[in-house]
């Protein structure tokens, strides 16, 4: 298993190096990723290309045994290129040009970027392709990351419009499939159509996903011509990846993986002003994300926290423990090495305060000692444990254009689209069922249950594969605000939930947004919910049950005493209907009766522990983590012995966990 940092040779003096590398060989590092900001210093004027920098650190590196990934360094053009090519930066939905001083300052829709990084990634391919200790590539660094997913340029608009054309064919389609004789928004030449720039109302929202889905096709389209370049010149067994962060971006993950070997992630459960980590679930959905982008194929972690993060401000210090059971999670949910950032504090630059295994004063210290404890508590496993079996129970369906049509159209000033994702994956997370994501083009027939969180843009394609789905035996759980727009972001004609009716055996004619000054409340009628009481928040969709039974019921308002979540038998399965944001223990307890009745395994914990179990060829391997940071846990084990490689010890029945413990352990229980 590869388990590296990142370095930044070029930030520290050359007599620096040596004791960087003794310190990391005592480490355990085997491998280091580089370069992917060094677009400068390898070349310093257009057309002149020098690496003596790199060629000398990789030298030391890989002379010592450190094995390296070498990234593009397209995300920082220089200074040179801007002041010769200003076309190359990217323009805000203002129409302003984002200057130069900082980074991701361009836009992948200029002919100028696009062929200065051919010849820049042509170059380091022919360089270091056939290099015996370069085992991979990075492309560029986290794509459309801190809003640089759009932009709305001159460049950007003429792309657009042939995009379009492409994508209709004639201006006559793309009206209709727009609606533009809404506003006499009627388009009667190409040229005619806008990037959408600030307007004083709102832009037409099949515009803005049109838009949207061209900004990720041009990204996807950018990485393959990195890819192109790469190809023709490096070695086989030199892998392709990217480094993705998941927040929502106009960037298409699953398109943009096909052109990749595999694809890598940048994991920060805390930074900059954050008080406290994101939960425990929400760290699981962004791994269970990068498992399916590759349809369960293994990544990379490319950027592990390690130390304290920020650029202005700082974020939450991880605490002693944070560092083994984040990389704990992260392989135990599908990652296959770990990578952390960075290797030592930078004394300047936007950056300086992003913290790493060593701080500012370059001395092994506390996080120091506790990668080395990690290093040294993974070589107990070899590689039986990354490369064992992960078999999920649950699929939670998550599309990149539902989000985007979220983004266009929340509708309420409490909506936020991950956090409304979560609100449904985290019960599912808290039970420790096995889960995955799922989407569009994912078989459905392994999962018990399929979770589909606010499915406001329908995909047909999904709702067919899920309707056959459930007639076949399976369960679906429904959100709220489902089933209420077409692909080309239209509303539906049909009574809501559209195209789910039938499904769900409900009717929604009427519904009410909440603000986040508002709330109704919802009482459970029947099943593990009774009596069960929760706040009703976001949205209230008043359910008319045709052949569902009723769950839960509105309390206040007007719609008193009207069905709130309901319950139907379809074919040989049976979908559920959740009308409302509802609270933790409604939820929880809704779902603990769902997964009994679809025969998901569960596992009862505390909710600060978080359980995955893996099947391997030395047998189970339970990975138990506390992520509470004050409290201790008690759990029970499944039936068996239970041996903690790392320690040398053997647990059965009880196991009580101290705060932040992560263990792995390995047994016969099936």
């Known amino acids: 298993m590869y388990i590296g940092v990142d370095y930044y040779p070029e930030q520290w003096p050359k007599n620096r190096w040596p004791e960087d590398v003794r310190l990391m060989k005592e480490l355990g ?28 650190a990789i030298d030391l590196l890989t002379k010592n045994g450190i094995k390296v990934v070498i990234g593009t360094p397209t995300a920082t053009p220089p200074a040179w290129m801007v002041q010769k090519y200003p076309d190359i930066l990217p323009t805000d939905p203002n129409g302003v040009t984002i200057s130069f001083g900082a ?41 459309g990351h801190e809003k640089s997913d759009r932009s709305y340029g001159d460049e950007d608009r003429r ?25 006499s928004q009627t388009y009667t030449d190409w040229s005619q159509i806008p990037v959408p720039r600030k307007v004083y109302q709102e832009h037409n929202p099949s515009l803005l996903l049109d838009f949207d889905r061209f900004c990720a096709d041009a990204y996807t389209k950018y990485n393959k011509l990195q890819v192109d370049c790469l190809k023709k010149y490096i070695r086989e067994g030199q892998f392709i990846t990217h480094n993705f962060v998941y927040t929502d971006l106009a960037i298409n993950q699953w398109d943009m993986a096909k052109d990749l070997d595999f694809i890598s992630f940048d994991n920060y459960p805390v ?34 926290l390690s130390g304290a993060q920020g650029w202005s401000k700082i974020g939450y210090l991880p605490r002693p423990g944070h560092i083994k059971l984040w990389t704990y999670q992260a392989i135990s949910r599908g990652a296959e090495a770990i990578v ?6 930078a004394h300047f630059g936007t950056e300086e305060f992003c913290h790493g295994v060593l701080d500012h004063d370059g001395k092994p210290k506390r996080k120091y000692n506790e990668v080395k404890e990690v290093i040294e508590s993974l070589s107990t496993f070899g590689d039986d444990w990354i490369e064992a079996d992960y078999s999920a129970e649950v699929g939670a369906y998550y599309d990149l254009e539902n989000a ?17 994702f979560l609100r449904f994956y985290t019960p599912a997370h808290k039970l420790n069922a096995m889960t995955d994501i799922v989407n569009k083009d994912s078989s459905l027939d392994q999962y018990k249950v399929v979770i589909v969180p606010i499915y406001f843009l329908t995909n047909p394609q999904f709702t067919e594969k899920l309707t056959e789905y459930v007639k076949n035996g399976g369960t679906a759980v429904f959100s709220y605000r489902s089933g209420v727009k077409l692909p080309n972001n239209f509303v539906t004609g049909q009574s809501l939930p559209g195209a789910l009716t039938d499904l769900a055996g409900i009717q929604i004619h009427e519904y009410e947004s909440l603000q986040s000054t508002q709330q109704n409340t919802v009482r459970g009628t029947k099943g593990a919910i009774e009596g069960i009481q929760s706040p009703a928040k ?44 509802l609270n933790e223990e409604l939820l929880d307890s809704l779902y603990q009766e769902i997964f009994k009745e679809a025969s998901v395994e569960t596992v009862s914990t505390p909710d600060s522990v978080e359980i995955v179990k893996r099947t391997g060829k030395k047998g189970v391997y339970l990975s138990v983590m506390n992520h509470s940071t004050e ?29 932040l413990a992560a263990l792995v352990l390995i047994g016969q229980h099936s």
Not at 543 to 565: K, N, S, W
Not at 631 to 651: F, N, Q, R
């Open 103 to 143: 980074r991701r300052h361009y836009t992948v829709n200029s002919r100028t970027y696009q062929e200065q990084t051919k010849k820049i990634v042509t170059e380091m391919a022919k360089k270091y392709g056939q290099h015996p200790d370069i085992i991979g590539w990075q492309t560029d660094n986290e794509y």
């Open 29 to 56: 590092i085997n491998v280091v990723r580089i370069a992917e900001f060094g677009w400068q210093l390898m070349e310093p004027e257009e057309g002149v290309f020098d690496f003596s920098l790199y060629d000398e």
């Open 404 to 420: 985007w049509a979220w983004q266009i159209q929340p509708q309420s000033d409490a909506f936020i689209h991950r956090e409304e």
């Open 159 to 183: 792309e657009f419009q042939a995009w379009l054309k492409g994508k209709y064919g004639s201006l006559q389609e793309l009206n209709e499939q727009w609606g533009t004789v809404f506003w």
């Open 340 to 345: 952390y950032f960075r290797w030592r504090a």
């Open 271 to 304: 930074w900059g002003g954050l008080a406290e980590p994101i939960t425990p679930a929400a760290i699981a959905t962004q791994h269970d994300l990068c498992r399916a982008t590759k349809h369960g194929k293994g990544y990379w972690v490319m950027e592990e």
């Open 631 to 659: 409290e201790a846990s008690v759990i029970h084990l499944p039936e068996g012995k239970w041996k903690d490689p790392a320690a040398g010890t053997y647990y059965e029945g009880k196991l009580e966990l101290k705060p």
């Open 538 to 581: 976001i949205w209230c969709d008043l359910i008319e049950p045709t052949t569902a039974e009723v769950l839960a019921e509105y309390e206040d308002c007007f719609y008193e005493g009207t069905a709130a979540i309901t319950k139907n038998s379809f074919g040989k399965g049976t979908v559920y209907y959740i009308g409302s944001a």
